[in-house]
């Protein structure tokens, strides 16, 4: 896996990604997945921190390229048909490009990039992995988590927070449902492709 070094800035660092894949895939997936670019902002972690979320995002990158991910979109079914649980009214197709424009809430053009910035916090207490703000490019990731999870895990959670900034949501509460919406069904897939390539992209 090539990592991308960047000078930590105090507050921020800014990363930015873009892809190199085309010629080991069939031409049915669409160059979006190939070109398919990261502008991510990390707040205030260290640059192991930094490196670990950067790992992530050649994961997102290499799966995105694959045809795996574009079958287990197409593919996916909720309540014996091929749909996703609170899928905006949109196919499984329509979903998967929307996810390759990465037109999100907040910035509502088919850039073919993930827009997004990351914090870290600490809550030792909660059981939550994630979460993210309609108005914000933000997401939060729990450290109690963070740290001991694989990158593919990371990745995962960083798609599943990402989707809803394309305004895919889930029911709070969990329910026999709620693995079946875009984030959770979506982000699961991520994890999994991530951790069949070993953990790391080629």
Known sequence: MKKIFLPILLASSVISTSASAYERFPLMIPNE????NFNVRMFEMSRMKQEKILAALELIRY???????RQGVLK???????KFAYNKGL????????ILMGAEYLHPYNNNT?????ELYT?????????????SFRIWMNTKYFNERSSAEIAGTIVHEWLHKLGFAHEVEASPFRK??????IGKLIRNLAEEAGGTAE
């Open 76 to 82: 996916h079914s909720y309540n014996g048909r091929r």
């Open 33 to 36: 997945a190939f070109t398919f």
């Open 63 to 69: 799966v995105l390229s694959t045809d795996e991910f």
């Open 180 to 185: 079946y919406s875009v984030p959770y069904a």
């Open 91 to 98: 196919t499984n197709t329509q979903i998967y490009k929307k």
């Open 114 to 118: 993930m827009d997004l910035e990351v």
């Open 123 to 135: 809550n030792k207490k909660s059981k939550t992995v994630g979460y993210t703000k309609t108005r």
